[in-house]
């Protein structure tokens, strides 16, 4: 190497996307303690509280509640590896990407995996999964996306666990994008295996992937024919460094510092209160609400199924998506997502999560959005989002 690379110092960002969502300085320090040994007596009390903490997050007192070490996907895998064995049947809704993922997930655990299909921007429907349900007599589980990041839409959880009980399935809820944002219910939903991820309504670092498994979800994991095919994801050998009593067996070094970061984010959702995270999450996507109506832009989903923490909002007739994506992170810093699959060029998605779930960030958005669209000659209202937004802030 000619010349050696300088340490990198990343550019100011807004995180107004699908995730990561902004990091509190004050997590961001937490992340640079000096770093101890995964089996260091004050780590392990670091583990029990991150526990607690999490089953605080997860609203459950489910004892098999940890945070795996990876992102969302890392939890997602995790929960279909363990409760699937090869040759069983699956349930999987598919009303966006992420379920799609899920359906990647079961086929490649060497399931079967029977697709319940919604058009995207609409939630997933119960009576089509109970239809499935009770075709499939020997599905072994039901999964779903509770807060589908790609559309910005809600499912009904409540319903959908209860029916996944009622024909003796077990209920997979992925929660990456709901977790602090709206009220996850673990227990009261009867929810067999949920999984989370750090990067988005807790504003902690990406990497890690909070999950919480029921009793009856972990009598299937002790109760398999066969061993888990990876060795990483195994929960029976996770269990002996994260379960209740568990001796804190080496199985992989912890990523300690990362620890630190989760810990606590969970401390200032604590200290916030999750009624309040989720207040807060929803007075701010109304007052951006306001503000891009009275633009005179329009949502994807309708407004009994959309969630607070993503919108997902409609580009105008002949703009060209990516160039306002541009002009908003060049000229603003500000960092929007972009439609996928059937919805790309036809939406953005404007994340408000955690800690970007700001008044600022709000007013930001709209004042940056408004004057690109406005400057690429858009046919929208000028002047009218901002009062309109700070009616409702
Ligand atoms: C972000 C996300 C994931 C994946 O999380 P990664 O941390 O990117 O692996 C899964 N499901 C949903 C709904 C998400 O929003």
Redesign the pocket.
Known sequence: MSALPRPFNPPARVLMG??PSDVPPRILAALARPTVGHLDPSFIQLMDEVKALLQMAFMTGNDLTLPVSG????G?ETCFVNLLEPGDTAIVAVNGV?GQ?MKENVERAGAGAVLVEVEWGHPVDPAKVEAALKAHPEARLLAF?H???STGVESDAETLCALARKYDALSVV?C??SLGGIPVRVDAWGADAVYS?S??CLSCV?GL?PVTFSPRAVQRIRGRNRKVQSWFMDLNLVMGYWGAGAKRAYHHTAPINALYALHESLLMLAEEGLEKAWARHLRLHLALRAGIEAMGLSFLADESCRLPQLNAVRVPEGIDEASVRTQLLERFGIELGAGLGPLAGKIWRIGLMGASASASNVLLCLGALESTLAGMKAPIHVGAALPAAMAKI
Do not use: L, Y
């Open positions: 699908p995730g992102p969302g996907s890392a997602m992420f993922r996306v807060a589908e990041t992925d990456v994008t991820g990067q988005k990406p992937s």
